[in-house]
């Protein structure tokens, strides 16, 4: 089966929208020309079409896409310019301020100075500016002092007897034993359902609601409790259920 080598380009890119049908190229040339008017075209659409060209390639070209996010940064940049308000005319410059004439006149003949140099370093025939080499800076010389070991070893002692050693203190914070806090969530539920929040404590860390959210999902695994979240992000309660929980409690 014979394979097209070609790379893929936005001509290759099929459009139809509501008064056009072609290549995504001709249409960003249309809208530019103010043959297709921007304000009624469908930028989601163009997208989706897109995508759907790309979902159908079997290699995705970076370089298509890079071309596809140019073309519809100028389409949205040309919708928007069409859709927003224009900022009012301004007003017709009047004569320019006499410190503005004196500027344009100074920057004028600094141009004329310098043109001038260069015409007099062209006619000397210094066509060619050379860099100046920049010599390398003088090497470094280490100063050698001649010390007896024995000095260097008492100026050690005396640095080592100033410094006092604090001996480093690591402070882990205890472990939460899932096993431990399923057990603490069984004995809370033999009063009946209780929402999360109630059978973890109402100021435990996150530390404990981790541990406890774990031990949690064990319970549900196991088919000890069952957890009920009417909506999304809401509360959630636990429901024991008895055989479950008889089992479990003969099991301690």
Same mark, same amino acid.
């Given at each position: ?6 790379? !893929? *380009?936005? !001509? ?8 056009? &049908?072609?290549?995504?190229?001709l249409l960003l040339r249309l809208v530019e020309e103010r043959r297709l008017p921007v304000t009624e075209l469908s930028l989601v659409a163009v997208t989706d079409q897109?995508?759907?060209h790309l979902a159908s390639l079997d290699d995705v070209p970076l370089e298509l896409v890079a071309d596809f996010t140019v073309v519809a940064a100028r389409l949205v ?6 859709? @927003?308000? *224009?900022? +009012? ?26 043109? *001038?140099?260069? $015409? ?12 100046? &080499? ?5 090497? +470094? $010389?280490?100063? =050698?002092? !001649? @010390?007896?070991?024995? =000095? ?5 002692? %005396? ?11 690591? %402070?882990?914070?205890?472990?939460? &034993? ?6 603490? /969530? @069984? &004995?809370? /539920?033999?009063?009946? !359902? ?7 404590? $109402? ?9 406890g959210f774990l031990a949690l999902l064990l319970l549900i695994r196991r088919g000890t409790v069952q957890a009920e979240q009417p909506v999304p992000f809401g509360e ?13 409690? +003969?099991?301690?």
């Amino acid at each position: 089966m014979p394979v097209d080598a070609r790379p !893929a *380009r936005l !001509a290759d890119c099929p459009i139809t929208v509501e008064g056009f &049908s072609g290549p995504l190229d001709l249409l960003l040339r249309l809208v530019e020309e103010r043959r297709l008017p921007v304000t009624e075209l469908s930028l989601v659409a163009v997208t989706d079409q897109f995508l759907a060209h790309l979902a159908s390639l079997d290699d995705v070209p970076l370089e298509l896409v890079a071309d596809f996010t140019v073309v519809a940064a100028r389409l949205v940049a040309l919708k928007a310019r069409a859709l @927003l308000p *224009r900022p +009012a005319e301004p007003e017709p410059a009047g004569e320019p301020e006499p410190d503005d004439l004196v500027r344009q006149l100074q920057l004028y003949q600094a141009f004329r100075d310098a043109a *001038r140099e260069l $015409r007099l370093r062209e006619q000397r025939g210094q066509r060619a500016y050379a860099r100046p &080499s920049v010599p390398p800076p003088p090497p +470094a $010389r280490s100063k =050698v002092v !001649a @010390l007896d070991p024995a =000095v260097l070893l008492a100026a050690l002692r %005396r640095w080592h007897r100033r410094v006092e050693p604090h001996p480093a203190t690591l %402070r882990l914070p205890p472990v939460i &034993s899932l096993r431990v806090m399923a057990r603490r /969530l @069984l &004995s809370r /539920l033999r009063g009946g !359902a209780r929402t999360f929040r109630e059978l973890v404590g $109402r100021r435990a860390d996150r530390r404990e609601l981790a541990a406890g959210f774990l031990a949690l999902l064990l319970l549900i695994r196991r088919g000890t409790v069952q957890a009920e979240q009417p909506v999304p992000f809401g509360e959630i309660t636990v429901v024991p259920r008895e055989r479950h929980l008889r089992e479990a409690a +003969a099991d301690d």
